[in-house]
């Protein structure tokens, strides 16, 4: 393994994982305020948001090119800058919906690899005593970068000419570049390099079979500590008889502050309690802690409790995941980007499909409906989890 001595600092490291954070803001929070105020249709823009979301879990299909022909720092760069390209350019389109929904995706696409890419690179570097941290700095960096571009995109825009705002923007999803020339990396692999693709599919088969990745992707698919009403309370303010300004600052300041504190607690608790229990015991505590909501009066007190332990929770859950694929990797792994990738994916899975139940949840009984449904489904599948890994506990592979 690579010495530890010649890397940067785990919290820098961490910064690896900004566009992800600053691509997500701009796709999910920037293009969708500049469209509804050219008056498109409501259902249209939801429509286009659900198309960029696909990459967040389809583009773990192409990471196995990245730990093929060439190192993962090249691949890195390179969609680094194909996702801001797109990303940014995007916003150019904002008269041509078809064009504008077809960049953000390709660009959702690239920076979903870009993700893999790093996360592979990285963590095969990280010793196993600083891999905790590192998964606490990646989601701080992406909670982070996501929530200042969510702050200051709209005033770049129309602050400045429209098209300097633009190139700041592409600009932010450029700042980790830098980082890239001071942490070390190896080449591709040379078996991997020089076979032929029928060989590395038989590599990438054999990987997929392993029984830690097997365990990790079970663990993730599961709706366990999703907790996808995140991306569902913004919409509620009103159910609790609050402002949209305040909407606006619990939202955005206010979840960047919940989400990084969620992240740090983790390395704290990491060493004393194993990723796996420690995942599982977030979902369930998080569970109860949204069972507690249905029971507090709907307004605005409940409303900011909500919003920041929901992020919070989330936060430690992203943390605890990163912690699992980096130890999942181990060192030395020829295919740490392909099972980045993968597992990465996985985990964003149950976050659309909590999302609907959340709302068919609210459909059958509101606020209260809503709340019920996410935590009995993601408690349920954290307790049932739990059970199922201390049963089998002899012959589950350590991490």
């Not at 633009?166 to 040379?190: E, N, Q, R, T, Y």
């Not at 999942?328 to 964003?348: D, R, V």
Request: proline letters at 6%; charged letters at 10%.
């Amino acid at each position: 393994m690579a010495t530890t001595r010649t890397l940067p600092p785990t919290w820098l490291m961490g910064f690896g994982f900004l566009p992800l954070g600053v691509s997500g803001a701009v796709m999910l929070i920037t293009v969708p305020q500049l469209l509804s105020a050219v008056h498109v249709p409501e259902p249209r823009i939801a429509s286009i948001t659900a198309v960029t979301l696909i990459p967040t879990f389809a583009s773990f299909l192409l990471a196995p090119l990245l730990d093929w022909r060439f190192s993962r720092r090249t691949y890195a760069i390179a969609f680094a800058i194909v996702g801001a390209a797109c990303t940014a350019g995007a916003l150019l389109f904002l008269d041509n919906l078809d064009a504008l929904t077809a960049l953000l995706f390709v660009g959702s696409f690239a920076i979903g690899l870009y993700v893999a890419a790093v996360g592979g690179w990285f963590g095969n570097l990280t010793s196993t005593e600083h891999k905790s941290a590192l998964g606490a700095w990646f989601t701080v960096a992406n909670i982070g970068g996501g929530g200042v571009t969510a702050s200051v995109a709209i005033a770049l825009l129309r602050g400045l000419p429209f098209t300097a705002g633009v190139a700041i923007l592409g600009g932010m999803m450029l700042l980790s570049l830098p980082l890239f020339l001071w942490v070390p990396c190896p080449p591709a692999d040379g078996r991997l390099a020089h076979e032929s693709f029928r060989a590395f599919a038989r590599d990438l088969m054999e990987l997929v079979g392993r029984r830690s990745v097997l365990w990790t992707l079970l663990l993730f698919l599961a709706p366990a500590a999703s907790f996808a009403l995140t991306n569902v309370l913004g919409g509620l303010g009103r159910d609790f008889g609050t402002p949209e300004n305040v909407v606006g600052v619990l939202g955005g300041s206010g979840a960047v502050v919940a989400g990084v504190v969620g992240s740090l607690a983790v390395p704290r608790i990491g060493g004393r309690i194993p990723p796996r229990p420690l995942y599982l015991m977030v979902g369930v505590v998080g569970a109860l802690f949204t069972l507690a909501l249905i029971n507090l009066p709907h307004t605005t007190p409940t409303f900011g409790l909500a919003m920041l332990g929901e992020n919070a929770f989330q936060a430690a859950a992203f943390s605890v995941s990163n912690i699992i694929i980096l130890r999942t990797i181990g060192h030395e792994n020829p295919l740490a980007a392909t099972q980045f990738g993968l597992l990465n994916a996985a985990s964003s899975v149950p976050l659309v499909y909590m999302q609907a139940l959340d709302g068919q949840g609210y459909a059958i009984g509101g606020v209260s409906g809503s709340l019920l449904m996410d935590a009995a489904i993601s408690g349920a599948a954290a307790v049932a989890l739990g059970l199922t890994l201390w049963l089998c506990r002899r012959t589950i592979p350590a991490i």
